[in-house]
Nanobody, 124 residues
Framework: QVQLVESGGGLVQTGGSLRLSCTASPTIFSNNAMAWYRQSPGKQRELVAVISKGAITRYADSVQGRFTISKDNEENILYLQMNRIRPEDQGIYYC??????????????????WGQGTQVTVVT
């Protein structure tokens, strides 16, 4: 049973913008923590941005000020707006719904749901 469906990846020029979307089933979206991760070639999967149940957001230093995580509770969609994209932003982006641990903070949630990943390719 597919519960998370991602979209929005693709080719983008350095300095450009993309918006990633992750549509989830209502049962897992409601009252849950959510995050976007990425995996770049040769690197471990890393957290990019997290949004708590109460819509508190936090970002990796590398994307702070350029990316925005948001959610639409009516449509059950998680977004990642990516602006001023850099070559190092290239990778596969995954949405995650459920408990999130990032550095010194635990964002309460239930379950451990992952999207299938969407590729972001940056061209110069």
């Amino acid at each position: 049973q597919v519960q998370l469906v991602e979209s929005g990846g693709g080719l983008v020029q350095t300095g450009g913008s993309l918006r990633l979307s992750c549509t989830a089933s209502p049962t897992i979206f409601s009252n849950n923590a959510m995050a976007w991760y990425r995996q770049s070639p040769g690197k471990q999967r890393e957290l990019v941005a997290v949004i708590s149940k109460g819509a508190i957001t936090r970002y990796a230093d590398s994307v702070q000020g350029r990316f925005t995580i948001s959610k639409d509770n009516e449509e059950n969609i998680l977004y990642l707006q990516m602006n001023r994209i850099r070559p190092e932003d290239q990778g596969i982006y995954y949405c995650h719904i459920g408990l999130v641990r990032y550095l010194d903070t635990t964002y309460a949630g239930r379950g451990d749901y992952w999207g299938q990943g969407t590729q972001v390719t940056v061209v110069t």
